[in-house]
């Protein structure tokens, strides 16, 4: 099972619509947990990090579920902005790798007018 | 400026060419990464510091070295450029914990000819 797994996408909505993107990560010892976002050929921003209790900024929630080992994010009232690759990502904590931070591979989203 | 500065921002070079990628960063962080980023493959670690006299490999770093010069200062070499190195590099620090994400430059990309 490889360390943080997505749907690779693409996602393609139209715009106002609601999309939900999924992340399961395979270490339990994980002890953070964070959503990026990349637009094409431009480096990864931190758009969020996951807390246990949930959390929302705006249009953009972010879930945490410990027991099943996997994360969510909810973007609703979609704008064409938002077109971008979303990765998840985990830290390890301090056991396997000492803090590092485990990437997925992405899932694409393309908000379509 | 920056949190963390790369450059250069595009580079061609010809195979068997020796070539370095400098990054630089003002967050104050001892630890520094070096990813490379192909279509479809994601982020992969190729070296990665956690300070200046800790460095590190990382899961793909044949054909790569590194340097860190200063707390401050982490350059990627490539001793002898070929053309399946052609990617899109990513410099990134953070702090000890991981728990605030990691911050990354924009990016250098190199083409091999």
């Known amino acids: 099972r490889k360390e943080v797994e997505q749907d690779p996408g693409p996602f393609n909505v139209p715009e106002g619509a609601t999309v939900a993107f999924n992340c399961t990560y395979s270490n339990s010892a994980s002890q953070s947990f964070f959503w990026y976002r990349q637009d094409c050929r431009k480096e990864p921003k931190l758009l969020m990090s996951?807390?246990?209790s949930g959390n929302e900024d705006g249009r953009f929630t972010a879930q945490l579920n410990r027991a099943s080992q996997y994360i969510s994010l909810l973007i609703r009232d979609s704008k064409l902005s938002d077109s971008a690759t979303y990765l998840c990502?985990?830290?390890?904590?301090?056991?396997?790798?000492?803090?590092?931070?485990?990437f997925g591979k992405g899932t694409k989203l393309s908000v379509i007018p | 400026d920056a949190d963390v500065t790369q450059t250069p921002r595009n580079r061609i070079t010809k195979t068997g060419k020796r070539i370095m990628l400098e990054c630089s960063q003002t967050k104050g962080h001892d630890r520094m990464y070096w990813y490379r980023q192909d279509p479809g493959l994601g982020l992969r670690l190729i070296y990665y510091s956690f300070d200046v006299k800790d460095i590190n490999k990382g899961e793909i770093s044949d054909g790569y070295s590194v340097s860190r010069q200063a707390q401050a200062k982490f350059s990627l070499s490539l001793e002898s450029a070929i053309p399946n190195q052609t990617a899109l590099y990513f410099c990134?620090?953070?702090?000890?914990?991981?728990?605030?994400?990691?911050?990354f430059g924009s990016g250098t990309r190199l083409t091999v000819v």
């Open positions: 990134a620090t953070s702090d000890p914990t991981g728990n605030y994400g990691y911050t």
């Open positions: 996951v807390y246990s």
């Open positions: 990502v985990v830290n390890l904590g301090p056991g396997a790798g000492s803090y590092q931070l485990t």
